[in-house]
């Protein structure tokens, strides 16, 4: 998907794929590893989320069992934080669907005849990968907040009520999230585009288009894929996340997401199969999006 | 390692400009504004890696460069970074060897449950993290396994395994199949064929796939976080001490690897761009 | 593994029985083939005919389904690859990239340990007269170039066969034709037997001592180029090897040594030594270099044909010839192409013409020229749809 922006040079015709036992032995080692620490975890958290506290026992102890109570008590209690995460991400893929298509069009599409520095901007573009993530929303964090000089001046000019704050709220929230999640949407797009035959916008044009139209009847159709591979990579990992919702970053005490909720019920108070349940949810929420996207484009350009 | 990007098929692009309209300069604005904004934050974890901060790193009280001299006098961030080191290489080998023998499978073998492999390899890739470590962590705990080294380096190999097949496939489907039948037709065994025709050709995916990895792993919190135990990783400690306040080290930590992964990347443009220019036609 | 000898010269190639499957499509069917060792071979046919495919099991890139190969009377058909004496030339010359042009030509020599590859990899590249580019990187040469370094890689392993899997295509016009001549030298020269697999009917007869044309995955005729040419078996190869204009009619009389067919009325006599069949429905045809334009109407003497009176519908000046369609009514159009012996055409468009042929210059086939459709049958949709049901289909049965 996004990772044909880092292949060098163009697909090759490959021969007709050969029947042979080797390819058992090349999938063996790595599909057994997934399957053991990739599908059995997943199953693990299916029977963990049906588990029950055994009675009388410590904080943290449950037993194998088939509790669907676990999911409506789960929903019951964090009903809100779920919508909340959901919308969260819909709001910061969105955001960074804008913020990112204008930047990988000129990238990839007008900036093709300087190929150096198409790179260079490319670079420039994953550069915020390099630095840990917590730290660039820390920086963040600092840098709106009420102390900062942002905040100050939007208040100064009076773009902002004198006690209005900016961390600490939804909107904080989502920006963060739109900012750390903007390469992931960059990338495919650009690499979509980056493809555009040109010659295809020219006969838009000769065919009576105008600019606008041509944008919205070609060029956008042809980057659908990149469109789609964006907006599935960036909306799968906001919903999950907790960085950027969790207090010491930019949430605050009506922010919480389900990533935090899972992460305290897991870590903290040990609740297991409210963990699990929660995370099932979440899986299952992303897995009918999947579905969707395999059953319309296949399993072959998954990968 | 990133790509030339240009298929061999289209034209260059001609040299008449093509109508750009009054909003020419819209989107180069656009662009340099935008690529500002990404970067704010690593300027200003830049520049605060340069602060006389005494607890917190938040106001700044002048600058110095005693952090960067003095990096490991507060011992937990460097062996919170040493940590982070061992982790990322160990699992950037395991990956990189198990997710190259797939993409090789994948793109020129035959084989049933072709559909089913790939969606598992997929799948990793497209499940949200906090699932990801919550069922590893729930996995450890039935089997009764003591989280701490072992288990995040168990955890960061399965989720690099199916970068490194992306990034590997994306390459082994340049390399012309005709190149390796010459090979055999040159008397080459199997194995002489794959040591000295494929894998030379394949390394620079191989590198970028163990690089990606070497990130991916590096960077990681919320897969460590739930299978760490008290283990100490660099952004794990970095979140324990956003409460009380991160000291500079972390940001001269962050700001050298950072500076690091830009020189990396830029030698290799450049070398590439030079290597082009001297492999040009002659003749 | 192949021994460290060189094959002193070319060795016979023998195919018995040779089918090959894929999912979804047979490529070869029952396929017998014998080429004598030392001479040029060329296998000619459109894509798809299954001559690449040929080329592919004779080189142990791929294994027949069916049958048995043979080379110098030994059964290779075991072998893998880099166990048989043959070598490919391939068509994108699969250079490899990250080696020299040295180190490309010396990679056979030293898998099978011989003395000296470097010695003998530059005596390979002095014959195709590139060893002062031995030290550059494959691309940094000239498709003309590849492709003789290519040769140079193949031969210098002196096989019992070499294998050339249209290594002209991608050369333009010209050095296409100066290959062509310095390949069949270079053939006379080291006297190795050269399986040549290409489309191009051309190159195909300027090159080689026998041509075989295949189609459909069999061979249609096997022969020297001008007996293909001049002798026709099937409307395949009539109409694959240069144009032929053909008619198809029932016997009405037959001599001692010819048939006369009747074709809309008209008689048309052919030798019964250039006749596949001498009884029924037959087609008949002619060259039509061989046609001879009249303006008005020849007496017909004996031993020739004629056929008139007709229009010139279409007249295409090509240099060193001129063709004239030619509309005969209840026959349809013949094509004449006149050596340009004058300047401008002879007859205008138009004109009221004859042509006339003699006997002896024409062709009577086995089968019957089915109609062509205007669009040649691999670009009509209903194939291409066929085609991708079976690639789906095959598919599934992976999965």
């Avoid at chain 1, 493809?195 to 060029?219: H, I, K, W």
Wanted: aromatic residues 10%; hydrophobic residues 50%; contains cysteine.
């Amino acid at each position: 998907m996004a990772f044909s922006a880092f292949a060098t040079g163009t697909a090759q015709e490959q021969a007709p794929r050969r029947k042979s036992r080797i390819a058992l032995f090349l999938l063996l080692p790595g599909i057994l590893y997934l399957v053991l620490f990739f599908l059995v975890p997943l199953v693990s958290l299916v029977l963990t989320s049906f588990q029950e506290p055994i009675v009388n026992g410590d904080i943290g102890e449950y037993q194998t069992a088939f509790r669907w109570e676990n999911y409506t008590d789960v929903i019951g209690l964090y009903g809100e934080h779920i919508l909340r995460s959901f919308l969260y991400a819909i709001l910061a893929t969105i955001f960074a669907l804008l913020f990112s298509y204008p930047l990988a069009y000129f990238i990839g599409v007008k900036a093709r005849r300087w190929p150096l520095i198409q790179n260079l901007m490319l670079v420039l573009v994953i550069a915020p990968f390099f630095i840990s993530f917590l730290l660039r929303t820390l920086a963040w964090k600092s840098l709106l907040s009420d102390e900062s000089v942002v905040i100050t001046g939007l208040k100064a000019l009076s773009l902002m009520a004198p006690d209005a704050h900016f961390t600490g709220t939804p909107a904080a929230v989502v920006f963060g999230l739109t900012y750390n999640f903007i390469p992931f949407m960059t990338l495919p797009l650009y690499a979509t585009l980056e493809r555009l035959d040109t010659r295809l916008l020219e006969a838009g044009g000769d065919l009576y288009s105008r600019p606008f139209t041509t944008f919205r009847t070609v060029t956008i159709p042809l980057s659908m894929s990149g469109i789609v591979s964006g907006v599935l990579l960036t909306f799968i990992p906001a919903a999950g996340d907790y960085i950027n919702a969790s207090r010491d970053f930019l949430g605050g005490t009506g922010t919480a997401m389900m990533g935090n909720v899972i992460e305290s019920n897991f870590l903290v108070t040990l609740n297991y199969p409210a963990a699990a349940s929660l995370s099932i949810i979440l899986m299952a929420v992303i897995l009918v999006m999947v579905t969707v996207y395999v059953k319309r484009s296949g399993t072959e350009d998954l990968l | 390692m990133l790509g030339e990007a240009v298929t061999a098929e289209k034209p260059p692009l001609r040299a008449r400009r093509l109508s750009w309209g009054f909003g020419s300069w819209l989107l180069p604005a656009y662009t340099i504004i935008a690529l500002v904004f990404l970067l704010i934050p690593i300027a200003y974890t830049f520049v605060f890696s340069f602060n006389n901060s005494v607890k917190s790193n938040i106001v700044w009280r002048g600058f110095t460069l005693d952090k960067w001299a003095n990096v490991c006098d507060k011992a937990e961030v460097c062996e919170a970074f040493g940590n982070s080191l061992v982790i990322g290489v160990v699992a950037t080998v395991c990956a990189t060897i198990l997710g190259t023998m797939i993409a090789i499978a994948l793109v020129r073998y035959r084989f049933r449950f072709r559909s089913a492999i790939s969606l598992l390899l997929f799948l990793p890739m497209a499940t949200p993290e906090v699932v990801l470590g919550a069922g590893l962590a729930a996995e450890f705990l039935t089997a009764g396994v003591e989280k701490g080294l072992v288990t995040i380096i168990i955890a960061h190999t399965m989720f690099c395994v199916s970068f490194v097949v992306v990034t590997v496939k994306a390459r082994v489907s340049t390399l012309d199949p005709a190149l390796e039948e010459a090979g055999r037709d040159l008397y080459g065994s199997p194995s002489q064929v794959f040591w000295r025709i494929t894998f030379p050709l394949l390394l620079p995916g191989i590198i970028a796939a163990a690089l990606l990895s070497f990130a991916l792993s590096f960077d990681d919190f919320i897969i460590t976080n739930f299978n760490a135990g008290t283990t100490s990783t660099f952004p794990k400690y970095i979140y324990i001490s956003a409460a009380r306040g991160i000291p500079a080290e972390a940001n001269v930590i962050a700001s050298a690897v950072f500076l690091l992964a830009i020189i990396l990347v830029l030698i290799s443009q450049v070398s590439s761009a030079m290597r082009r220019k001297r492999l040009a036609k002659i003749g | 593994m192949a021994s460290g000898a060189f094959a002193e010269s070319g060795a016979d190639l023998e195919l018995v029985g040779i089918s090959k499957r894929f999912p979804g499509f047979t490529a070869i069917e029952r396929l017998d083939l014998t080429i004598p060792a030392g001479s040029f071979f060329a296998l000619l046919g459109p894509s798809g005919c299954g001559k690449t495919t040929t080329l592919r099991l004779v080189a142990g890139l791929e294994e027949p389904t069916e049958g048995t190969i043979l080379i110098g009377g030994k059964d290779v058909t075991p072998l893998k690859p880099y166990q048989r004496q043959v070598n490919t030339v391939f068509q994108s010359y699969a250079l490899f990239p990250h080696m020299t042009v040295l180190d490309n030509v010396a990679f056979g020599l030293r898998r099978r340990r011989i003395a000296d590859p470097v010695g003998k990899a530059h005596e390979a590249l002095r014959l195709v007269e590139l060893d002062h580019l031995a030290t550059r990187k494959p691309q940094q040469l000239s498709g003309g170039q590849q492709q003789r370094v290519a040769l140079a890689r193949a031969v210098v392993n002196r096989p019992a066969l070499l294998l050339l899997d249209e290594p002209l295509g991608a050369l333009d016009l010209k050095l296409r034709r100066q290959m062509q001549l310095e390949l069949k030298s270079i053939q006379d020269e080291v006297g190795l037997t050269f399986v040549h697999v290409t489309h191009d009917q051309e190159e195909a007869m300027t090159m080689a001592d026998t041509v075989a044309v295949m189609n459909k995955g069999r061979i249609e005729q096997l022969g020297a180029p001008e007996e293909l040419y001049e002798l026709p078996r099937t409307a395949f190869v009539a109409n694959f090897l240069g144009q032929s204009n053909l008619f198809t009619g029932t016997v009405s009389g037959t001599t001692s040594d010819s048939i006369t067919v009747s074709v809309e009325g008209v008689k048309i006599t052919v030798p019964k030594a250039r006749a596949q069949r001498h009884t029924g429905d037959v087609t008949v045809g002619i060259r039509p270099e061989k046609l001879l334009l009249h303006t008005s109407d020849p007496k017909t003497a004996a031993g020739t044909n004629s056929l008139g009176p007709g229009r010139v519908i279409d007249v295409s000046f090509s240099g060193v010839s001129t063709q004239y369609i030619v509309a005969f009514p209840g026959i349809g159009t013949v094509t004449v192409f006149a050596q340009n012996l004058d300047f401008g055409p002879v007859v205008p468009d138009g004109t009221e013409v004859w042509v006339s042929w003699r006997v002896d210059h024409g062709f009577g086939l086995e089968d019957e020229a089915e109609s062509q459709p205007r669009f040649p049958a691999d670009t009509d949709t209903a194939t291409i749809a066929v085609q991708k049901k079976r690639a789906l289909m095959s598919e599934l049965e992976e999965a």
